[in-house]
């Protein structure tokens, strides 16, 4: 009997295999539902909009974000200059598509950089275990002690203020946390069966953990780098607002917004702050709302 | 649960012993050294190599690294924590003056937090799935979206510059007698600092909210035909807050460093402040001491959470090793 209704569901499995119905299913069932989460979608869009805008930067704005212009200071908007000029007459609009390439690519730049080093050390310790687990977790267990924007802090005032410093900050600071969600995964991971089944067969460790494993973790994987995208603008933003980010010289969202520090500029000049203030909330909500849909998603837990 | 306790005080001391060597030997790598920092670009034009090198002797930069760590180390076990390099001043009194100022903003800002945080998740929870769960879900992403200096500013122009209801910043002045003058200055940063916290409290409170509501007990409740803003408020709500402000008191740390920024935005003469102060000054000694008391309560509190928990939930404890 049992036999008989195990044949039953191949040829069910081998039918729709036949018809192609089977193999698109589960892709399409992740971007459906990525697709009907309304906020995702527009957070997607408006996150397409501003990242392709600073791409484009040099079309979109004929002016120099750098470039002082002293005939021009401090000039409200107007069609010439959407968001005004600054004190020193650079335009502000080009400034803000510009600091958009720098900060985006910061932001999802450590994000990724610091979960490759993240999974690259947290597969392999959390399948194999051992010495070399027992030290990463103790060494991201130091870097989790501090509270981040203090850590990130201490770390500037060791290595001082550049663009390259404050990314090789991000991953430090960062790598932990994606390490922690890979190891656990991979944990849980390990004692499945087709992995013994992989282990039985003599594949080599680093096969079974990032070819064959690895791919069954992604999906937290991908949300957290979202969500992570998320954080380092938002510390990127408050460390160049505080003039401890990025040298005041490259223009940054957090650079622009410096000059708000001084009560004059943000009691009377509002778009030199404003604008990239708004842009900069806009842009990390929508990157919550992808990374919100995106775990909506993938998460099988939620999935009907 | 003896042993526990002792079990995680062998990890706490050698990590907070392991992040002290690890700091104390960062900071020997950035460059230059104390005597450097004290030495104005004038004076180092006329001073020679030989007072140089007295003046290293008489700080005793000439020993090597490890015997000076250890100088350090005793020292501060002792409670000398050294002075600052501006001024002189004792790196103690220093934190003797901004560490209340700190601790004041963080506990009126969790206070605030919590009390709207759990009102609001439960709101959602019990409301789920309706327009006003949905605008909150937003409003609360949005809270973690904007960057919190931002609100601060626009903040300090709606209240204090425009209306002018609040002052713009600060926390004493000489003037205030007595606690009443000194509530202005702290609502608004309070308010700034708690909106960024409430997020967090709301998403737990809906969840533990939903769990508990799902229950039998409250199945039981509703069939003995309770009222159901009793089943929901009596049965309901005092169960689900329970996990949720224990939490939330041990955010207390993440509270503190998050205020730093906050500190900076209002001039609010806390510890995160002074932290910001000696990094642009690159005063090493007052960048060390209070990095380490942030280690110091993050590792305190982790170690807290963790007996608690172990004290609620044996399987914490068994299951151990």
Redesign the interface.
């Known amino acids: 009997m049992a036999n008989s209704s195990l044949n039953r569901k191949f040829d069910q499995i081998k039918k729709r295999e036949e018809e192609k119905t089977f193999s698109t299913n589960k892709r399409s069932r992740i971007v459906n539902k990525f697709l009907n989460n309304r906020l995702a979608v527009i957070g997607l869009i408006i996150f397409t909009i501003i990242v392709l805008a600073s791409i484009f930067a040099p079309i979109l704005s004929p002016y120099d974000p750098m470039r002082v212009d002293l005939r021009s200071m401090r000039q409200p908007p107007s069609f010439d200059h959407w968001f005004g000029t600054d004190s020193t007459g650079r335009d502000v609009f080009a400034r803000v598509l510009y600091g958009g390439r720098v900060s985006i690519f910061i932001g999802l730049g450590s994000a990724i950089l610091s979960a490759v080093v993240g999974i690259a050390v947290g597969c392999y310790a959390g399948y194999k275990g051992g010495w070399i687990d027992v030290i990463a977790l103790r060494v991201s267990e130091i870097f989790m002690s501090f509270p981040q924007i203090i850590l990130v802090l201490l770390l500037v005032s060791i290595t001082g203020q550049s663009l390259f410093n404050l990314m090789a900050i991000f991953i430090v600071t960062g790598w932990g946390g994606m390490y922690r969600l890979a190891r656990a995964r991979m944990l849980s991971l390990r004692e499945e069966e087709y992995v013994q089944a992989l282990r039985s067969f003599g594949l080599s460790t680093f096969t079974i953990c990032y070819k064959h494993m690895l791919p069954n973790a992604l999906s937290p994987i991908m949300v957290n780098i979202t969500l992570s995208t998320a954080m380092f603008i938002l510390t990127e933003a408050g460390l160049s607002f505080l003039g401890l980010g990025v040298p005041l010289n490259i223009p940054t969202w957090g650079n622009i917004l410096n000059v708000a520090q001084d009560i004059l500029i943000l009691q009377n000049y509002w778009w030199m702050w404003g604008p990239v203030g708004i842009v900069i909330s806009v842009f990390v909500l929508c990157v919550n709302f992808i990374g919100d849909g995106l775990r909506d998603s993938t998460d099988p837990s939620q999935q009907g | 649960m003896t042993t526990y306790i002792i079990q995680r005080l062998f990890i706490f001391f050698p ?1 907070l012993l ?2 002290s060597f ?2 104390y030997g ?2 020997e ?3 230059g050294d104390a005597v450097s920092h004290m030495i104005s670009p004038e004076l180092a034009l006329s001073i020679t190599a030989e007072q140089l090198e007295a003046m290293r002797e008489a700080y005793g930069l000439n020993k090597s690294f490890l015997t000076r760590y250890w100088i350090w180390l005793t020292s501060m076990v002792q409670g000398d924590m050294g002075y600052s390099m501006a001024g002189g001043v004792a790196i103690s009194e220093i934190m003797a003056k901004t560490v209340p100022a700190t601790l004041e903003l963080s506990l009126v800002a969790l206070f605030f937090s919590t009390i709207i945080g759990c009102s609001l998740g439960v709101l959602s929870a019990l409301k789920r799935g309706s327009a006003t769960d949905n605008s909150l879900t ?1 409003a609360g ?2 809270g ?7 609100f601060g ?2 903040a ?2 709606l209240f204090a ?1 425009e209306l002018q209801w609040l002052p ?1 910043g600060g926390r004493l002045l000489p003037s205030y007698e007595t606690v009443w003058d000194r509530i202005p200055n702290i609502v608004l940063p309070s308010l700034v600092l708690a909106l960024m916290m409430t997020a967090g409290a709301m998403r737990y409170a809906r969840s533990s909210m939903l769990d508990v509501l799902a229950r039998e007990f409250i199945t039981t409740a509703r069939s003995k035909g309770m009222p159901e803003w009793r089943v929901n408020l009596l049965h309901g709500f005092r169960v689900a807050l329970t996990p949720v402000v224990v939490l939330i008191g041990f955010r207390l ?2 509270l ?3 205020s ?2 906050i500190e ?1 935005v209002y001039q609010w003469p806390g510890i995160g402040n002074m ?2 102060r ?3 000054g ?1 005063d ?1 000694p007052l ?1 060390m001491t209070i ?1 380490l008391m ?2 110091f309560v ?2 305190t509190a982790s170690l807290i959470i963790d007996v608690l928990t172990a004290l609620i939930d044996p399987r914490v404890r068994l299951g151990k090793e």
Do not use: H, K, N
């Open positions: 990590m392991a992040i690890l700091v960062g900071l790598l950035s460059p937003v992403m949005a973690v979206s904007i960057p919190e200096f931002f500013l626009v300090i122009l510059i713009v740390p993440l503190i460093g998050g730093t920024i900076q932290f910001i000696s990094v642009r690159s090493y960048v990095s942030y280690v993050v590792l």
